[in-house]
């Protein structure tokens, strides 16, 4: 759907940020980017930093459907309901 396309795409990017972020610390550029996902786009805010004991916890707020796959699992970033914790690939939410 075009709901998960633009998610996955905003995740991309999100992480793309991030990374950039964290190799080249003060780049010029990276808070316009910063600030579309912010905007209210189909990239509005693909993840969400959730606190855990262990840290945060990065999630997306939209299913990217790879479970669906035949011999795929969840996403370690997957907001499903449908996860489970005997999945290996990741905790639950």
Same mark, same amino acid.
């Given at each position: 759907?075009? +709901?998960? %396309?633009?998610? !996955?795409?905003? !995740?991309?990017?999100?992480?793309?940020?991030?990374?950039?972020?964290?190799?080249?610390?003060?780049?010029?550029?990276?808070? &316009?980017?910063?600030?579309?996902?912010?905007?209210?786009? &189909?990239?509005?805010?693909?993840?969400?930093? %959730? &606190? +855990?004991?262990?840290?945060?916890?990065?999630?997306?707020?939209?299913?990217?459907?790879?479970?669906?796959? =035949?011999?795929?699992?969840?996403?370690?970033?997957?907001?499903?309901?449908?996860? !489970?914790?005997? !999945?290996?690939?990741?905790?639950? =939410?």
């Amino acid at each position: 759907t075009r +709901r998960v %396309l633009w998610s !996955n795409a905003g !995740n991309l990017f999100e992480a793309f940020i991030r990374r950039l972020d964290e190799t080249h610390p003060g780049l010029r550029g990276l808070a &316009p980017a910063r600030e579309w996902l912010e905007m209210p786009t &189909p990239l509005h805010r693909p993840v969400i930093y %959730l &606190p +855990r004991a262990e840290g945060v916890h990065r999630m997306r707020r939209i299913c990217c459907m790879r479970y669906l796959v =035949p011999d795929r699992v969840f996403c370690t970033t997957c907001p499903s309901p449908l996860l !489970n914790a005997s !999945n290996s690939a990741c905790r639950p =939410p």
